[in-house]
């Protein structure tokens, strides 16, 4: 928790406000007495009764300024310790937890796992506050046409459709809660105009200003355009997100989406309007895709699933022509 947080976490407890208000009106008080007492020594002389017990509270006026700068001193101080006493909590806190989850996994399991392991599983997987619910990815394969109407025979466009729901497992809203997207640059300049960003929904549609901006909060890789949007997710709520780009790819190539979420339930599909195409999918992921919709190598395909995917799996789809000799394989498992 920065410094900043600490001070509006103070600012909801009726101490910070009675210890500010005090202080303010001390100071408030004191200067307008002394004001009042500068203007009345003057317009009736420093010889009159009243001037000479006007002069006489100087002490009590310094005395109620003084107090109302050491109250606003004591506020500081008072956020300031406050907010170290939470930092040592937080990570005394983490510590504790990091020590249960080492406990609790030598319990259930019957043995203790490497440090690096259980940190990994539990940071990546037990530690999700956030969690998406369904992930839909959708991919329509078509030729690119020069101007003469003939297919170009390197490479193929591929329209993208994202939709997933997002959902806080929590009791407590999640603030800035990260939701990143990119995709890969052009091979080819002369297919620039081609890749291109649709339409970004993050509960409603964003603006091509707000598009923009999520451009500018991350920077690209070599390879690859990418964006960045932080939302806060209330309490057990939900939010629906739809991204839809082409891409322009190799004729023979593949492409891996990875989840940095925890995803419940994944839907994969595919439309081939490519008649010279033949190609695949398969999941990074210990289960392999059913398939439930297809047949052959042109049209829709879908395959689904249902087992939970853990952060940074991910589901590859390969294609290439018919006549090519198979260089590319379904992955290889290592031990």
């Given at each position: 928790?920065?410094f900043?947080?600490?001070?509006k ?29 500068i ?87 037990l ?17 690119i ?58 509960g409603s ?31 057990k ?5 739809r ?5 322009v ?12 979420l ?34 052959g ?39």
């Amino acid at each position: 928790m920065n410094f900043f947080s600490s001070v509006k976490e103070e600012m909801k407890h009726i101490r910070f406000w009675l210890m500010l208000s005090f202080g303010l009106l001390l100071i408030l008080m004191s200067t307008s007495i002394e004001a009042y007492r500068i203007s009345e020594s003057r317009s009736l002389g420093e010889d009159t009764g009243l001037s000479m017990w006007f002069m006489s509270g100087t002490v009590v006026v310094g005395f109620m300024r003084e107090l109302g700068f050491a109250s606003l001193i004591a506020l500081l101080i008072v956020v300031f310790v406050e907010h170290e006493s939470r930092q040592r909590q937080e990570e005394a806190a983490n510590r504790m937890i990091n020590d249960v989850s080492q406990s609790v996994f030598a319990a259930v399991l019957g043995k203790r796992l490497p440090k690096s392991l259980t940190d990994e599983t539990f940071f990546t997987v037990l530690d999700c506050s956030i969690i998406r619910e369904y992930l839909r990815l959708n991919l329509i394969f078509d030729d690119i046409i020069d101007d003469s109407g003939l297919v170009i025979d390197d490479f193929v466009k591929i329209h993208v459709s994202n939709i997933f729901t997002i959902k806080n497992y929590t009791d407590s809203t999640v603030k800035n809660h990260e939701i990143r997207m990119g995709y890969p640059k052009t091979p080819s300049e002369k297919y620039k105009s081609i890749v291109e960003l649709h339409e970004v929904c993050i509960g409603s549609p964003l603006t091509p200003d707000a598009i923009k901006k999520g451009y500018d909060n991350i920077a690209d890789r070599e390879d690859m355009l990418r964006y960045l949007w932080r939302r806060d997710i209330p309490a057990k709520g939900s939010l629906e997100v739809r991204v839809s780009y082409t891409l322009v790819k190799e004729r023979s190539s593949n492409e891996v989406w990875r989840t940095l979420l925890p995803t419940l339930y994944t839907q994969f599909d595919i439309t081939m309007n490519c008649r010279d195409l033949e190609f695949g999918a398969h999941a990074l992921h210990r289960t392999e895709l059913e398939k439930t919709t297809g047949q052959g190598n042109t049209g829709f395909h879908s395959w689904n699933l249902a087992t939970a995917m853990l952060p940074h799996q991910a589901i590859l789809v390969w294609w290439r022509p018919m006549a090519e000799k198979k260089l590319l394989a379904p992955p290889i498992e290592a031990a």
